[in-house]
T-cell receptor
Framework: GENVEQHPSTLSVQEGDSAVIKCTYSDSASNYFPWYKQELGKRPQLIID?????GEKKDQRIAVTLNKTAKHFSLHITETQPEDSAVYFC??????????????FGKGTKLSVKP | EAGVAQSPRYKIIEKRQSVAFWCNPISGHATLYWYQQILGQGPKLLIQFQNNGVVDDSQLPKDRFSAERLKGVDSTLKIQPAKLEDSAVYLC???????????????FGPGTRLLVL
C-alpha cells in the first residue's frame, strides 16, 4: 500500500523567510496530494492540494510542486508570518474510479515562525 | 454551511471500558471517514463509508473497534474494550464525492480527544 514520508519533522524560520516541507510517496498510482495545516488542539484544515496532471500550484504565499517521476512533492511558504506556525501534514491518495480513495498522511512537520 | 460535527469533545475512561463517538458530516456529503491521530503523528484512516456501505476498513482493529453509518448520514465509532494505546484524537471527516469520481476535499471535524487510564 501507499507510504508517505515527510521531512523535516520540525522547522524553525525567522519571520519573512521561506519554509519548505518535503514529502515522498511510494505508490506511483497515487494522483492526489493535499496539504493540511493543524493548529494546536484544532482540526486539520486543507490549505492547498495538487493533482498529478499538474506540476505546480500556487495560492498567494503558498505553493506546492509535484515531481511524479521522483515521487515527491513539496510545500513552499514564502514571507512566513507568526500565524503560519502550526503542524503541516502532507497526504497522498488515488481515485477509485467512481468513488474516492482514502488518504495516507505523513507524520507532520511542526513549523515555528519566530518574530 | 455547517461543518462536520463530533461529540463528545473529550472523554476519559479506564481501560477495558467501552466508549462511543458520534459524527454528523456536512449535509449532502456521501463519504465519511474516521481517523485516529496519536499525539505527534498524522491521522491514520480507520474506516471509510460511502453512503451506508463500508469502502475500506483494512486498518480498523476489528476485535475491539466497530463503526456504523446505518442511514448513510450520521456515524458512530465504538471501542470495546478500550486499551491504553487507544488514547488519541478521533477525527471524523467527510467529502462530497461527486459521481464523476476524483479525489475531493476532506473536511475534518473538531475531533474527540480520548484518554484511556
Amino acid at each position: 500500500g501507499e507510504n508517505v514520508e515527510q521531512h523535516p519533522s520540525t522547522l524553525s524560520v525567522q519571520e519573512g523567510d521561506s519554509a519548505v516541507i518535503k514529502c515522498t510517496y511510494s505508490d506511483s498510482a497515487s494522483n492526489y496530494f493535499p496539504w493540511y495545516k493543524q493548529e494546536l488542539g484544532k482540526r486539520p484544515q486543507l490549505i492547498i492540494d495538487i493533482r498529478s496532471n499538474v506540476g505546480e500550484k500556487k495560492d498567494q504565499r503558498i505553493a506546492v510542486t509535484l515531481n511524479k517521476t521522483a515521487k515527491h512533492f513539496s510545500l513552499h511558504i514564502t514571507e512566513t508570518q507568526p500565524e503560519d506556525s502550526a503542524v503541516y501534514f502532507c497526504a497522498g491518495g488515488m481515485d477509485y474510479g467512481g468513488s474516492q480513495g482514502n488518504l495516507i498522511f505523513g507524520k507532520g512537520t511542526k513549523l515555528s515562525v519566530k518574530p | 454551511e455547517a461543518g462536520v460535527a463530533q461529540s463528545p469533545r473529550y472523554k476519559i475512561i479506564e481501560k477495558r471500558q467501552s466508549v462511543a463517538f458520534w459524527c454528523n458530516p456536512i449535509s449532502g456529503h456521501a463519504t465519511l471517514y474516521w481517523y485516529q491521530q496519536i499525539l505527534g503523528q498524522g491521522p491514520k484512516l480507520l474506516i471509510q463509508f460511502q453512503n451506508n456501505g463500508v469502502v475500506d476498513d483494512s486498518q480498523l482493529p476489528k476485535d475491539r473497534f466497530s463503526a456504523e453509518r446505518l442511514k448513510g448520514v450520521d456515524s458512530t465509532l465504538k471501542i470495546q474494550p478500550a486499551k491504553l494505546e487507544d488514547s488519541a484524537v478521533y477525527l471524523c471527516a467527510s467529502s462530497l464525492n461527486g459521481l464523476l469520481g476524483g479525489q475531493e476535499t476532506q473536511y475534518f471535524g473538531p475531533g474527540t480527544r480520548l484518554l484511556v487510564l
